[in-house]
T-cell receptor, first 114, second 113 residues
Framework: KAGVTQTPRYLIKTRGQQVTLSCSPI?????VSWYQQTPGQGLQFLFE???????NKGNFPGRFSGRQFSNSRSEMNVSTLELGDSALYLC?????????????FGPGTRLTVT | GENVEQHPSTLSVQEGDSAVIKCTYS??????FPWYKQELGKRPQLIID?????GEKKDQRIAVTLNKTAKHFSLHITETQPEDSAVYFC????????????FGKGTTLSVSS
């Protein structure tokens, strides 16, 4: 079974621009969570989607948004980019069943804002 | 909301020694606690997890213990090898509504031969 995939793997953007990142979960997984990883803050939760609905949201400004499609693929968007948005953005998928919580990560998208 | 503290931030051991990483959580309702290993330039990999109805779980050289009363859980690695060198993250399930996780800040483990 193929793992979680993310595109693109690397991005360089300028302050003020916007960016869209994509995540394809493991086949059969219906939940997708997004995390921001930086050296100083570690792994911080952004949001979680299940069945095209946002189920949980972390403590990030409204410039960060996401969505999920009917095939469980998910996108996240960051508008008005700031230098501090430079980070590795990871998505993770889970099957979401009774007593099933395991999350599996994609390789991440490395975003650099200049 | 849930908060996870992880200690130590760095840990250096000799090959063959044991390593212990400790985490505390704030939400007494949390019921799922995974550990991830992240090697340089790679994605976090789930290495072991424990549910709140279990006190200890082992998988070869790796074990995790959970103390619900004290709200802390620990990762134990025995007979460490150089390939165990990585950053280890503990996490707790955010809430009962989904599978989102709150992570500790990570522990950089270095195993020297």
């Amino acid at each position: 079974k193929a793992g979680v995939t993310q595109t693109p793997r690397y991005l360089i953007k300028t302050r003020g621009q916007q960016v869209t990142l994509s995540c394809s979960p493991i086949s059969g997984h219906r939940s997708v969570s997004w995390y921001q990883q930086t050296p100083g803050q570690g792994l911080q939760f952004l949001f979680e989607y299940f069945s095209e609905t946002q189920r949980n949201k972390g403590n990030f400004p409204g410039r960060f948004s996401g969505r999920q499609f009917s095939n469980s693929r998910s996108e996240m968007n960051v508008s008005t980019l700031e230098l501090g948005d430079s980070a590795l953005y990871l998505c993770a998928s889970s099957i979401t069943g009774t007593e099933t919580y395991e999350q599996y990560f994609g390789p991440g998208t490395r975003l650099t804002v200049t | 909301g849930e908060n996870v503290e992880q200690h130590p931030s760095t840990l250096s051991v000799q090959e063959g020694d044991s390593a212990v990483i400790k985490c505390t959580y704030s939400d007494s309702a949390s019921n799922y606690f995974p550990w991830y290993k992240q090697e340089l330039g790679k994605r976090p990999q789930l290495i072991i997890d424990i549910r709140s109805n279990v006190g200890e779980k082992k998988d070869q050289r790796i074990a995790v213990t959970l103390n619900k009363t004290a709200k802390h859980f620990s990762l134990h690695i025995t007979e460490t090898q150089p390939e165990d060198s990585a950053v280890y993250f503990c996490a707790a399930r955010l809430n009962q509504a989904g599978t989102a996780l709150i992570f500790g800040k990570g522990t950089t483990l270095s195993v020297s031969s």
